[in-house]
């Protein structure tokens, strides 16, 4: 099946974005991502808040999310050049103050991370790849599911990030975002681009 491309143009007019303001009496640790000083609750915080969940049931990754992760690490640590750096562990990106997304997977040029202090902090340094798979954002924030989406990745990508890869385990399909590219949406049979001449296909990953 062919890939489905999304225009840049057909993209726009770009969603509008509604955030509810935050609520005082929930907890920062239910924050996942923060949005010019207004927080992206994680999935399942009304739960936590109504004492049917504790914080770490709604933290935590699928097997199947898991999965895709820890294969997908295995082969971008081996396949990559020793010149890149892979993070994972949804490394918080800053790009301001009380302005921060959080990646599944960044890949980075180790020339970049040269002299970064080795301390508990985010970094304001852009990656050159991003891999994320589905989100754990409480996305009903939002006008709609897509809206979250094409947001962050707007915002990854404005941040200086190369591309963005986007997996989604319900419908097994990926979706591939680059600077003023259209974007470019694909089965999990097709090979996927990363950086230089390396090429994953999430069937074979996972078979």
């Known amino acids: 099946m062919a890939a489905t491309v999304i225009s840049r143009l057909a993209k726009r007019p770009k969603p509008k974005t509604t955030i509810r303001p935050r609520k005082k009496n929930i907890p920062d640790v239910l924050i996942y ?12 915080y009304q739960e936590v808040m109504q004492g049917k969940k504790h914080a770490e049931d709604i933290m935590g990754s699928s097997f199947f999310q898991s999965l895709i992760i820890s294969r997908l690490v295995r082969v971008l640590l081996t396949c990559l050049p020793e010149v890149y750096e892979v993070l994972t562990n949804e490394l918080g990106l800053q790009f301001a103050k009380k ?99 390396l090429h994953v296909n999430l069937s074979q990953i996972i078979a």
Do not use: C
């Open 33 to 44: 991502e923060m949005v010019r000083s207004k927080p992206i609750y994680y999935k399942g």
């Open 99 to 197: 302005h921060w997304r959080a990646a599944d997977i960044a890949i980075y040029h180790k020339e970049q991370l040269r002299n970064i202090p080795l301390q508990n902090t985010y970094l304001d340094i852009p990656p050159k790849i991003v891999f994320e798979i589905d989100t754990k954002a409480d996305i009903e924030q939002f006008t709609t599911p897509l809206d979250y989406y094409y947001t962050k990745t707007d915002e990854l990508l404005a941040f200086g990030v190369e591309k963005v890869i986007w997996i989604f385990t319900e419908t097994q399909k990926t979706m591939i975002a680059e600077p003023e590219k259209d974007w470019v949406i694909t089965n999990w049979n097709q090979d996927i681009s990363v950086i230089d001449d």
